[in-house]
């Protein structure tokens, strides 16, 4: 909370701090021209002042010396961090340099009563009920205090009031009527004291509750920014679990690929039996993907070894339909395109049957019902 009135305050003193520096020199210089104006009343001389008055000449000019080093002292206080101690150098300072003026001028001037509420104020603003009860209180006992001197015959007090410099320069002493203006401050000062105390009690219990709400949404913040580090820790490890599993997917597939392309080479092997002679022994059922393997090759391994002769062993495979006659027939003439002469090898009887039943015309094929057989007539 006082970090909420610190800028509030610290405006106030440099405020205080520039009127007071403007001031000094323009009360010095209105000294030097009451004294040396041709147009005023000639002052007396310097014999003939008491030397009281010279002594509360001195005390005044200390007292707004005072008025200018309280501000400066406080803001000091205040930019170090302490404040408390800032709001008690700024308000005694002001209330006791002031209280010394006032000893000096007096209380019939109605801007007396006025000053005296500044550090009543500023004590209601910024500082607790004590200070301000203090110093409202002090004030008032003050002000009672010097009125009741200045009202004696002689004054004691008010040395430099306008009935007091009036008598000192050989004029009438009037003793002025105190009363009417006491009782004014007095009442004035009680009303604006007690405004100070309700106002100031509220603003620094909003002032509390503001501050209380801001430490439970920076709670709220932390424990946000908590849940959510954990959250994204979490997302980060689970996705860096997919990425492991995605790239073991990506090996396991990988190592699929290549051991079905291995597996697909050794069902459809090519073996050489010379260097013109080659035999391509096929097991299993065959379909259209095979079909298409065994015909990718057989031409690739005639191209590679310049074979002459290339023998199918069909005696592995159990069923052919037209659909394997045909990709047989067109593996044939595909060899035959490359300069090649491909022979049949292994035609079980069922199969024969079946060639035959299905009206498969293979009769530009030469086949044989062995492979030794069809060796003999390669070799």
């Given at each position: 909370?006082?970090?909420?009135?610190?800028?509030?305050?610290?405006?106030?003193?440099?405020?205080?701090?520039?009127?007071?520096?403007?001031?000094?020199?323009?009360?010095?210089?209105?000294?030097?021209?009451g004294?040396?104006?041709?147009?005023?009343?000639?002052?007396?001389p310097?014999?003939?002042?008491?030397?009281?008055?010279?002594?509360?000449?001195?005390?005044?000019w200390?007292?707004?010396?005072?008025?200018?080093?309280?501000?400066?002292?406080?803001?000091?206080?205040?930019?170090?961090?302490?404040?408390?101690?800032?709001?008690?150098?700024?308000?005694?300072?002001?209330?006791?340099?002031?209280?010394?003026?006032?000893?000096?001028?007096?209380?019939?001037?109605?801007?007396?009563?006025?000053?005296?509420?500044?550090p009543?104020?500023?004590?209601?603003?910024?500082?607790?009920?004590?200070?301000?009860?203090?110093?409202?209180?002090?004030?008032?006992?003050?002000?009672?205090?010097?009125?009741?001197l200045?009202?004696?015959?002689?004054?004691?007090?008010?040395?430099?009031?306008?009935?007091?410099?009036?008598?000192?320069?050989?004029?009438?002493?009037?003793?002025?009527?105190?009363?009417?203006p006491?009782?004014?401050?007095?009442?004035v000062?009680l009303?604006?004291?007690?405004?100070?105390?309700?106002?100031?009690?509220?603003l620094?219990?909003?002032?509390?509750?503001?501050?209380?709400?801001?430490?439970?949404?920076?709670?709220?913040?932390?424990?946000?920014?908590?849940?959510?580090?954990?959250?994204?820790?979490?997302?980060?490890a689970?996705?860096?679990?997919?990425?492991r599993?995605?790239?073991e997917?990506?090996?396991?597939?990988?190592?699929?690929a290549?051991?079905?392309?291995f597996?697909?080479?050794m069902s459809?092997?090519?073996?050489?039996i010379?260097?013109?002679?080659?035999?391509?022994?096929l097991?299993?059922?065959?379909d259209?993907?095979?079909?298409?393997?065994?015909?990718?090759?057989a031409?690739g391994?005639?191209?590679?070894?310049r074979?002459?002769?290339?023998?199918l062993?069909?005696?592995?495979?159990?069923?052919?339909?037209?659909?394997?006659?045909?990709?047989?027939?067109?593996?044939?003439?595909?060899?035959?395109?490359?300069?090649?002469?491909?022979?049949?090898?292994?035609?079980?009887?069922?199969?024969?049957?079946?060639i035959?039943?299905?009206?498969?015309?293979?009769?530009?094929?030469?086949?044989?019902?062995?492979?030794?057989?069809?060796?003999v007539?390669?070799?």
């Amino acid at each position: 909370m006082q970090r909420q009135q610190a800028g509030f305050f610290q405006v106030v003193l440099v405020g205080w701090i520039i009127l007071a520096t403007v001031g000094l020199p323009l009360n010095f210089l209105r000294g030097v021209a009451g004294g040396q104006g041709g147009d005023q009343v000639a002052a007396p001389p310097p014999e003939a002042i008491p030397l009281i008055f010279t002594i509360f000449a001195w005390v005044l000019w200390l007292a707004t010396l005072m008025l200018w080093l309280s501000p400066v002292i406080a803001l000091v206080l205040l930019r170090r961090g302490r404040f408390n101690g800032a709001v008690l150098m700024a308000v005694w300072g002001l209330l006791i340099a002031h209280s010394i003026a006032t000893y000096a001028l007096g209380v019939g001037d109605a801007s007396v009563y006025v000053v005296f509420q500044i550090p009543i104020a500023l004590a209601g603003l910024l500082g607790g009920r004590r200070l301000l009860l203090a110093v409202a209180g002090y004030s008032i006992i003050l002000v009672l205090l010097i009125g009741l001197l200045q009202s004696m015959n002689p004054p004691q007090a008010g040395f430099f009031s306008a009935a007091a410099m009036a008598a000192a320069m050989g004029g009438t002493a009037t003793t002025p009527d105190l009363g009417q203006p006491l009782v004014f401050f007095v009442a004035v000062t009680l009303l604006i004291s007690l405004m100070l105390d309700r106002f100031g009690s509220a603003l620094r219990g909003a002032l509390g509750q503001a501050l209380e709400r801001e430490a439970e949404l920076e709670d709220i913040r932390g424990s946000l920014e908590a849940m959510v580090g954990e959250r994204t820790a979490a997302l980060e490890a689970a996705l860096h679990d997919i990425r492991r599993q995605a790239d073991e997917q990506n090996l396991l597939l990988t190592e699929n690929a290549q051991q079905r392309d291995f597996i697909r080479e050794m069902s459809v092997p090519v073996l050489p039996i010379s260097s013109d002679t080659l035999v391509m022994p096929l097991v299993g059922a065959l379909d259209s993907a095979r079909l298409a393997h065994i015909q990718e090759q057989a031409l690739g391994r005639l191209e590679t070894t310049r074979a002459r002769h290339l023998l199918l062993d069909i005696t592995g495979v159990p069923v052919v339909d037209t659909q394997v006659a045909q990709g047989l027939i067109r593996v044939v003439h595909a060899a035959r395109l490359l300069g090649a002469n491909v022979t049949l090898v292994g035609i079980r009887p069922e199969v024969a049957q079946s060639i035959v039943g299905l009206g498969i015309d293979l009769s530009g094929i030469r086949t044989h019902n062995t492979l030794q057989s069809a060796l003999v007539q390669a070799g």
